[in-house]
């Protein structure tokens, strides 16, 4: 199973690997490629990944449409792609010294069968994907904050992506991770609606909530969460 969005199947794009960019003569749909580093520009967003010799560039502003959301690239790429993720990406003929992308996404790995999921499998899956990656990314920024600068400590895999967006057909639901400290047991939730800029990490559990204004620890988590984000 491969998630394609609608738009590339109705234009009947071909996917290619990433040793036929060099060739191509029209736009391809290139799978599994691991971003390692990342420029922007006024006008444009430079990715670079270890299968191309060229730079990925696609303009900042790109609408980027999945099920019934459009987002610009540039957006898409604040909120749901962190260090060493994969994106699948369509591109076009190299130009300039760049490879053209004209939509990307955050690599998307099925586990278990279709048939199994339900009324969930008709919702547009890189739309499932952008708005629960984006949550994710939001929680392993927060955890890294909360371990760098006030000393909480979580299991490790809190703190980093796996690379991409996992659907469990078998297991529909979202998978809230835990994020207990494991040194003083504070349970913290981190709060982010699907456009937000901003993260809001509050106690849980047996502290009670700290609401925005609140408390100056609170407020500096909050800048100091915002601050990595753009760096993530
Ligand atoms: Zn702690």
Redesign the pocket.
């Known amino acids: 199973m491969e998630y394609t969005p609608e738009e590339i199947q109705r234009l009947a794009i071909a996917e290619k690997s990433a040793d036929d960019v060099r060739t191509l003569d029209a736009p391809a749909l290139i799978r599994r490629l691991p971003l390692v580093d990342r420029k922007s520009s006024s006008d444009g967003l430079l990715m670079v990944t270890p299968q191309i010799a060229l730079p990925l560039w696609i303009p900042i502003n790109q609408a980027m449409k999945f099920g019934t959301e459009t987002i610009t690239a540039v957006q898409y790429f604040r909120q749901v792609i962190e260090r060493g993720d994969m994106i699948d990406a369509v591109v076009a003929p190299a130009i300039n010294n760049v490879v053209p992308v004209q939509l990307y996404w955050i690599r998307i790995e099925y586990v278990g069968t279709r048939s199994e999921a339900g009324s969930f499998s008709e919702k547009d899956d890189g739309l499932f994907a952008m708005w629960t990656k984006s949550g994710e990314k939001a929680e392993r920024v927060v955890a890294r904050v ?1 371990r760098d600068t ?4 979580f299991p490790a895999d809190r703190y980093q992506s796996p690379g991409f967006f996992e659907i469990r057909y078998q297991d529909k639901k979202i998978r809230k991770p835990d994020m207990t ?6 349970t913290f939730e981190v709060k982010k609606r699907n456009r937000d800029t901003h993260f809001r990490p509050s106690h849980s559990n047996s502290m009670p909530r700290v609401k925005q204004g609140e408390s100056r620890a609170s407020i500096k988590m909050r800048v100091i969460a915002l601050r990595q984000r753009w760096r993530a």
């Open positions: 909360l006030f000393g909480h400590s400290c494991l040194a003083c047991g504070l």
